[in-house]
Nanobody, 117 residues
Framework: QVQLVESGGGLVPAGGSLRLSCAASGSSFSRNVMGWYRQAPGKQRELVATIDRGGSTNYVDSVKGRFMISRDNDKSTVYLQMNGLKPEDTAVYYC???????????WGQGTQVTVSS
């Protein structure tokens, strides 16, 4: 059974940094596309960043140059380094796995990120 456990959220002032982690179990981690999504109050969940099994990354325009997604296949963990945080980054951040080979979606429980102005 696939489990994704996020950690690293919290309250940070504007301009600060946070590093989110997502530990995966129950799957062949290295084969899967991993991603981070976020959902702010009253808004739809949106894609923040993805990283494929080859290490290629993709970011939503609003975080380019500030956030970096990475993965450690030995630890079955994906990270999201968030720098230059803005109040509009405030949201619940969710870890996502698209499992190989069918792309089945799995989600973590979410971690709250709050950026104060």
């Amino acid at each position: 059974q696939v489990q994704l456990v996020e950690s690293g959220g919290g309250l940070v002032p504007a301009g600060g940094s946070l590093r989110l982690s997502c530990a995966a179990s129950g799957s062949s981690f290295s084969r899967n596309v991993m991603g981070w999504y976020r959902q702010a109050p009253g808004k739809q969940r949106e894609l923040v960043a993805t990283i494929d099994r080859g290490g290629s990354t993709n970011y939503v325009d609003s975080v380019k140059g500030r956030f970096m997604i990475s993965r450690d296949n030995d630890k079955s963990t994906v990270y999201l380094q968030m720098n230059g945080l803005k109040p509009e980054d405030t949201a619940v951040y969710y870890c996502n796995m698209k499992s190989w080979p069918y792309g089945t979606d799995y989600w973590g429980q979410g971690t709250q990120v709050t950026v104060s102005s």
